[in-house]
């Protein structure tokens, strides 16, 4: 099994563990922080994990340096995790007053201060509309732009909050979460690693392996979708026609899996 994802740890354990001891796991991920709690959390499982500091985009190419042409199962859990939203100090949220820097690699240049303080108020509203869906886009970019330079998540927030006409914040989540999922999206230029992924990694399942995407975001899953459907045509099937969605017990257990919707590809010859 290849992990794409494989962040904390959770889903790989519950996968080793239900699992016989023939399987093995081959886990990719770019925040070294991730990558250290996750090689610890499942040490128990010797040589059956094989951890790489990589992003998903480069999946295909990892799976060959390590000696995989063949994958029964390919997972990717899109997004952030708990621990960077909280606790990693990268101003994933706004809930904690920290710098703009939203890199999930941390080597990697631009930041999500870069971003604010430097692109044009038309390319700002862009990435508030197509990465967060946000109808005030075009406002909040604008003031983003009258009040550079942004330093810190408050600074963000702020400008958020200024924009949005009060009647106007949602009711379920903070004024300024699409603003902030849409600058991570376009730091990380994370559509367009899942597009490439989508690309090569089908490729790299057996037959009757199985390709599962886990999506927050309605563009992800739309490009999920799409995607999955043109490889049904070939030599591959949707194991569902609609996204598998969280119960509501599982809501009230961890309310950020509100949104996930689940889509799984098989290779059928």
Known sequence: MIDGTVGMGGHAEAVLRTSGDDV???GLDVDPEALARSRARLAAFGERVVLARAS????????????????RAVLLDLGVSSYQLDESGR????????????????????????LVNHADEAELARWLFEHGGERFARRIARAIVRRRPLRTTGDLAA??????????????????????????MAVNDET?????????????LAVGGRMGIISFHSGEDRIVKQAFRALAAATFAELEPSPLTPGDDEVRANPRARSAKLRVLERTS
Do not use: C, N
Not at 102 to 109: F, I
Not at 171 to 181: D, L, P, S
Not at 192 to 204: F, H, I, S
């Open 192 to 204: 367009g690693a899942l597009r490439q992924t989508l690309q090569e990694a089908p490729g790299l």
């Open 159 to 184: 400008a958020v909050r200024a924009a949005v006409p009060r009647a106007a914040w949602p009711k379920r989540i903070h004024v300024a979460t699409r603003t902030f999922q849409a600058l991570r």
């Open 24 to 26: 093995r796991l081959l």
């Open 56 to 71: 998903f985009r480069d999946l295909a190419r990892v799976a060959a340096d390590h000696g995989v042409d063949e994958a």
């Open 91 to 114: 101003g994933f949220s706004f809930q904690h007053d920290e710098p703009l820097d939203m890199r999930l690699d941390p080597t990697q240049a631009r930041t999500a201060a870069d």
